[in-house]
């Protein structure tokens, strides 16, 4: 079974659909090595959907579910979808700082194998923001909110694992917690166990390096170990810095 070459980019939606474009364009060419799929987080607006579409549509599927602001592309040559759909993770919802009302969801895709017909159980999530006090939760909302969602995460995977049995699972977020520290590692280790971190062990980048300034705050945990994960090139369509990976089937 070829190896999954994934790499996941948080956007940033006061920065332009252009510079998130060049980033698209970039993944999508690239060929040391090429991407075999690609995740997003903050690419909900109809502009931001329409760049993935439209970033090569010959070669690259793309799908941004509605009640969702994230995204995944894969090559349509390599894998077809059994199913795909966005997953209500808590009813708990929060309001941010401008008095828009959250709700969490995932968005979820079951990708078939052209050549095998093995399967790969992809869901990625933005979780909320500002839930992280040192090694303990804020108390507010959305520090609730992000407890029940990776509660109800967990249950939707074991559900779909019991259903389908896929090959191999990836559950990928704008996680808004810090893997740079070994609490935060253990915290989401114990609400998927069996799974393995992009950053553990030896993959884990050294302090001062992040995917959001020094914090480690975006990653995959997946049924299968990374062979590899590395951080990728910053540019200025986010705040945050995006990640690449292999993980094999």
Known sequence: MPTFRHAHSSSLYSAS???LAAQVERA??????????????EVGS????????????DEWAAWVPSATDVGVMWRK???????????KLTPKVWTDGQGR???TYCGS???VHNDTGATAFVSVCHLPSNVQN?????????????????????DHWNA??????????LIVADWNIDFHKSCWMSYVGDVFPSMFCTWGGDREPPDGKGTHGNRLIDATWSTAKPTKAVLLKDDASSDHRPYGEAIPW
């Not at 090595?33 to 987080?41: S, V």
């Not at 109809?46 to 549509?57: F, G, N």
């Not at 979808?81 to 966005?86: D, M, R, T, Y």
């Open 109 to 111: 895709i079951l990708l």
């Open 160 to 169: 779909v694992r019991k259903a389908n049995q896929p090959n191999v699972a």
């Open 134 to 154: 040192g090694c303990a939760f804020e108390g507010n909302k959305q520090a609730a909110a992000w407890k029940d969602a990776v509660a109800g995460w967990s």
């Open 28 to 41: 999508v060419e690239a060929d040391d090595p090429n991407a075999t799929l690609l995740t997003f987080t």
């Open 77 to 87: 040559g390599q894998y077809s979808p059994a199913w795909k759909g966005a997953e």
């Open 17 to 19: 659909p252009a510079s």
């Open 101 to 103: 009302q959250h709700e």
């Open 46 to 57: 109809t502009a931001r959907t329409e760049v993935l579409k439209d970033a090569d549509p």
